[in-house]
């Protein structure tokens, strides 16, 4: 048996020696449980660390997108500003092809004008046959040269129409193009063409499900035991069983508060609720409303400072959210792991404040019970000892007055008792006389 005192009351105690082994065994789990805590804690802030390295990785990446997008841009301003200045240039050049085979077929009409002229003049001196014949050819070359002329006008108009129509239309695809571009950096190049916010994460989660999330759990919260749900919970397991991250998603589109115009802020409060009611690690809120926010529109928004681990992103980041806090989760993986073996082998250790507490307690009742008794069994023991002292000194007071009885007894005579009394007297001397 060993003697045991209790830190609180001071109080020794008898243990044997399979208890105190037991606490003994105990302390050493705490101070491995201590350890293990530990290696939990430096785990968490390796974890979000990782988490907001990748963050800011997605953030310079989506930086980069949107600088390339603004180059895309401007490339396509210089190539609308080049395709104004090639379309005067060609025009010009048209014109200009045009308008000199217009002026040399002029100069030809003059020369053959001309010629006819001289023919005319020269047909006076010879045969008036000849003179006709060869004023019936000018004519008609002349007839043709006007032909020719008036299909190269048409032709030249018609290019002009054709190269306008065409130079138009190229610049009506490239105002589009820039408008489409525009949009697309304004909502982040989110596709969400004849289908709802919730429709087109869940289609673009099961697009990649195979290959990068075979093994995960996605599905609708339809459980509103509570009160209240979220749209979907993410959860992922590695191949032991053991869960590496979950997280509680909330999908809210521009289109689905038509009377007033919601903030994100507004549906923060709420989702935190969701994730501790469903037991989810983290919480995200995809959101298309404030869609002219330069913050929410700048990548993934960590709002851990009004609610523990929870994000605002935008629909496209929906899948690298996903992948950054899942690889991030891989970092303290083995922690988890080793927690659970370690649970497995020493199952006592995740109860070991529970029992000691438990143990205290129950010592702690016990001891003042048996204190209780004790003090009631010693009071009942004074009571009975001064009891027994007055009966003790009534014992020696009844004594000490049969001694005094006993006394008188002995000192008692005859004569002491006739002595006043004359007849007792005579009577008692007459007898002795007999």
């Not at 820039?178 to 989660?205: P, Y």
């Amino acid at each position: 048996m060993q003697d045991i005192h209790c830190p609180e009351c001071k109080k020794a105690f008898k243990i044997d020696e399979a208890g105190y082994a037991d606490i003994v065994k105990q302390v050493r789990d705490s101070e491995f449980t201590q350890q293990l805590n530990e290696r939990l804690d430096i785990a968490e802030k390796e974890k979000i660390n990782a988490v907001e390295l990748a963050k800011q990785q997605a953030t310079n990446d989506a930086q980069k997108k949107s600088a390339a997008k603004d180059a895309e841009i401007q490339d396509l301003k210089a190539r609308l500003e080049a395709g104004d200045t090639s379309k005067q240039l060609a025009v010009s050049e048209a014109v200009k092809a045009v308008e000199k085979e217009r002026d040399d077929l002029a100069n030809r009409l003059r020369q053959a004008e001309l010629e006819k002229k001289a023919a005319s003049e020269l047909a006076a001196a010879n045969h008036s046959n000849q003179l006709q014949k060869t004023s019936a050819e000018k004519d008609t070359e002349i007839q043709h040269l006007k032909t020719v002329l008036s299909a190269k006008e048409s032709e030249k108009t018609m290019s002009e129409i054709s190269l306008k129509d065409k130079y138009e239309t190229r610049i009506n695809d490239l105002e589009d193009t820039i408008e489409r571009l525009k949009d697309m950096k304004a909502r982040l190049s989110t596709k969400m063409v004849g289908e709802t916010l919730e429709q087109h994460c869940e289609t673009e989660f099961n697009r990649i499900r195979p290959t990068a999330f075979p093994k995960s759990y996605f599905e609708k919260d339809n459980d509103a035991r509570t009160g209240s749900k979220g749209d979907y919970i993410f959860r992922d397991n590695d191949e032991t069983g053991i869960e590496t991250v979950s997280i509680m998603f909330e999908m809210k589109n521009e289109s689905d508060e038509t009377a007033t115009k919601k903030k994100n802020e507004d549906f923060l409060k709420e989702l935190d609720k969701d994730r501790h009611e469903k037991n989810c690690e983290y919480a995200v809120l995809v959101s298309l409303l404030e869609p002219d926010s330069e913050l929410y529109n700048s990548g993934i928004v960590d709002v851990s400072h009004r609610y523990k681990k929870m994000y605002v992103i935008r629909p496209q980041f929906f899948i690298p959210i996903i992948t950054l806090l899942r690889n991030a989760a891989q970092n303290s993986l083995k922690y988890k792991q080793e927690l659970a073996i370690v649970k497995a082998q020493n199952v006592d250790i995740t109860h070991f404040e529970e029992e000691l507490d438990a143990f205290k307690t129950g010592f702690a009742r016990n001891y003042d019970l048996a204190s209780k008794k004790f003090k009631t069994a010693i009071t009942e023991i004074d009571k009975t000892i001064d009891h027994l002292q007055k009966t003790k000194d009534a014992l020696l007071g009844s004594e000490n007055n049969l001694r005094l009885a006993n006394n008188k007894a002995d000192d008692l005579t005859v004569k002491k008792l006739t002595k006043k009394n004359p007849t007792m007297a005579a009577k008692f001397e007459a007898l002795g006389r007999d």
